[in-house]
């Protein structure tokens, strides 16, 4: 399975099926301690929806919206 990624002033949002998401994170923290790191801190935030489709795109896009009835 794939996971999308977007980065942000924040951090990073990952997107896809959650054990996907687990898998990327694990091999993210690998590397960074292959590459010689001692101390890896990961914050971990799950928004996970089964009642509907959600994606990165559709919060970005009715926020958007919400922001255009404000004016």
């Known amino acids: 399975p794939e996971v999308?990624?977007?980065l942000?002033?924040?951090?990073?949002?990952?997107e896809g099926e959650r054990?996907?998401?687990?898998?990327v994170i694990e091999?993210?923290?690998d590397?960074?301690?292959a590459?010689?790191?001692q101390r890896v801190?990961?914050?971990?935030?799950i928004?996970?929806?089964?009642?509907?489709?959600?994606?990165?795109?559709?919060k970005i896009d009715k926020v958007m919206e919400g922001l255009e009835t404000e004016k």
């Open 4 to 6: 999308e990624y977007a």
């Open 8 to 14: 942000n002033p924040m951090g990073t949002v990952l």
């Open 19 to 23: 054990r996907a998401i687990i898998d």
């Open 27 to 29: 091999e993210m923290n």
């Open 31 to 33: 590397a960074i301690f």
């Open 35 to 37: 590459a010689g790191a």
């Open 41 to 45: 801190g990961t914050a971990l935030k």
């Open 47 to 58: 928004d996970e929806r089964r009642d509907k489709p959600a994606s990165m795109q559709h």
